[in-house]
């Protein structure tokens, strides 16, 4: 753990090497890359936006997609590290005097999606089908959800300029290496909610990944 905390871009990439890598379990069990996706929790909360910048599109995605994981334990970490990337990417990163105003919008937000998080259980923060206002915030979960993904590619945007587009062509991908139908569902109702420009290349990723998910 020392050695991690000491050389945190490498440990970032090998752990991310791991995460990388197919589930070869069911989603109500922890595989591999669920292990170092737990792992990367206290890495990610100690490192630098610098070295997280490159891995971030597929961070969030892992996380927004773990809170769905049938295994309670599984979902609150990913839940953790949704709000520890937040506080590395948003509310650690220092701005000068011209930026000031730009990153405490970013850093309003970050902390309204974090409050968010920590008030919920994982499992229950945005559920599918689900269009029953929840307390507290008078949205439905899926309402909830593209609040969520606005604030956290508005927060970041200082950090990872090209979120959006990332994030996006990662989304349509994903569902192609894992076909199970709650991450194909989730990483598609993903996809439309961060809303950008719809491409040649993503109609034909959707083809692949329904055909794929048919069959």
Not at 62 to 83: F, K, P, Q, T
Not at 126 to 143: F, H, Q, S, V
Not at 156 to 175: E, F, G, I, K
Request: one cysteine or more; glycine letters at 2%; a negative charge.
């Amino acid at each position: 753990v020392y050695m991690a905390r000491c050389h945190t871009d490498l440990t970032v990439r090998t752990l991310m090497d791991q995460v990388s890598m197919l589930p070869e379990t069911p989603s109500s069990r922890v595989s591999r890359s669920n292990v170092a996706t737990i792992l990367l929790i206290e890495i990610v909360h100690e490192s630098s936006f610098e070295h997280l910048r490159d891995h971030t599109p597929l961070l969030l995605h892992l996380a927004i997609v773990g809170m769905d994981h049938d295994d309670e334990n599984y979902a609150e970490y990913c839940s953790h590290l949704l709000i520890n990337l937040l506080q590395t990417m948003v509310l650690k990163v220092r701005a000068d005097e011209e930026e000031f105003s730009k990153l405490s919008a970013a850093c309003s937000k970050a902390t309204l999606v974090i409050q968010f998080l920590e008030s919920r259980d994982a499992q229950d923060t945005w559920r599918d089908g689900d269009e029953i206002a929840a307390p507290g915030t008078g949205r439905t979960p899926p309402a909830e959800l593209q609040w969520a993904i606005d604030c956290i590619v508005d927060g970041m945007a200082r950090a990872v300029p090209d979120l959006r587009l990332r994030w996006s062509n990662l989304a349509l991908q994903y569902p192609l290496m894992d076909r199970r139908e709650d991450i194909v569902t989730r990483s598609h109702q993903i996809f439309r909610f961060l809303r950008h420009e719809i491409q040649l290349q993503h109609a034909r990723q959707l083809l692949f990944s329904s055909h794929a998910y048919c069959h």
